[in-house]
């Protein structure tokens, strides 16, 4: 356990519907980092946060994505009107400033299905 | 768009014998992470290299860093059969960007 936590972990959803994951980090953290990963595929980067601010979105993060982190401390991912493509692993992850070597640390993941 | 390439993508040793992959990046960099990941699993940090860094260890993990071919490699001595996992590289610019990864089955 890395102590960020990810809830739900697992999701199924019709296509068409609203979800939202929820992301809480390590506390002293101030990046937090949204990922999303298919089968057979590495981490690909969708957005990060430092405290509130989202420093930088990728153009993976369509306008069915948003994400917020409104206090500086938990984060939500929310995909509106989902799609099958939608469907893979979505992955949080924390760390202090990156570039000073401080290590990221990634929760569990939060499944989506999209049927 | 996939910062680094690792190689093999695929590696299958018997226990006991070494695992060498390696990590090919495009641009430059301020650290380079190696991460393991089970099936189904998140991502459990192995290793940091500073881009003044050349080689370092860590356990039976051996990792090297070479700037100016742009490539790192990592290497797990004496494998174990709980080595069978996903090893991806990760470098650090602002964010952590990930090759597509090797897997490694290591059979008893």
């Known amino acids: 356990d890395t102590g960020v936590s990810q809830d739900p972990r697992h999701k199924i959803t019709k296509r068409g519907q609203n979800v939202t994951f929820r992301c809480d980090p390590i506390s002293e953290h101030n990046r937090l980092y949204w990922y999303r990963q298919t089968l057979g595929q590495g981490p690909e980067f969708l957005t990060y946060?430092?405290?509130?601010?989202?420093?930088?979105k990728s153009r993976l993060l369509s306008d069915r994505f948003s994400a917020e982190r409104p206090k500086g401390s938990f984060s939500t991912l929310e995909i509106q009107r989902t799609e099958q493509g939608d469907s893979a692993m979505y992955l949080c992850?924390?760390?202090?400033?990156?570039?000073?070597?401080?290590?990221?640390?990634f929760g569990e993941g939060s499944w989506l299905t999209v049927v | 768009s996939q910062q680094g390439e690792e190689d093999p993508q695929a590696l299958s040793i018997q226990e006991g014998e070494n695992a060498t992959m390696n990590c090919s990046y495009k641009t430059s960099i301020n650290n380079l992470q190696w991460y393991r990941q089970n099936s189904g699993r998140g991502l459990v940090h192995l290793i940091l290299?500073?881009?003044?860094?050349r080689e370092k260890h860590s356990g039976r993990l051996r990792v090297t860093l070479d700037t100016s071919k742009k490539s790192s490699s990592l290497l797990i001595t004496a494998s174990r059969a709980a080595d069978t996992a996903s090893y991806f590289c990760?470098?650090?610019?602002?964010?952590?960007?990930f090759g597509a990864g090797t897997q490694v089955v290591v059979t008893p």
């Open positions: 992850a924390s760390s202090k400033q990156l570039n000073s070597g401080n290590t990221i640390y």
């Open positions: 990760a470098t650090a610019r602002g964010k952590l960007q």
């Open positions: 946060f430092q405290n509130e601010a989202q420093l930088e």
């Open positions: 290299i500073r881009s003044n860094e």
